[in-house]
């Protein structure tokens, strides 16, 4: 699988984004895993059942520890891109509150996948850079 060929400088713009992300997605996960209250209250309010808290929080860990992960960080991105649609839909529909960090999140996670992407999703045959 070929990739486009960055630069020294764009490629640690993307390795930082990938460990932010993770150190934001990680603990988020963790929490939601561990029952903290908060985590608890809110999503009692979503109305899906704690089961979907587990769920939400064992994707975002995954999805963190495949940003992580030179060979998976474009999987990592689009999974966490695809979790942020769900929460910002989450947060203008069922709870309210403000959707800005979600919205944040996902721009950020989506731009990972994108610059991660693989070319032969696009139908290009760039050659991997030397």
Known sequence: MAF???SPTQR????GVRILLALA???AGLS???GVPQMVQVFDAIGFGQWFRYLTG???VVG????????TGFFGGLLLAATMVGAVATHVVLIGGNPAPAVVLGALAAFVAWRLRPVSLLGGGLK???
């Open 12 to 15: 640690r713009i993307v390795w």
């Open 4 to 6: 486009f060929p960055v």
């Open 64 to 71: 963190a520890v495949l940003l992580l992960v030179p060979a």
């Open 128 to 130: 991997e850079a030397a």
């Open 58 to 60: 064992a994707v975002e």
């Open 32 to 34: 939601k895993l561990a």
């Open 25 to 27: 997605f990680g603990p």
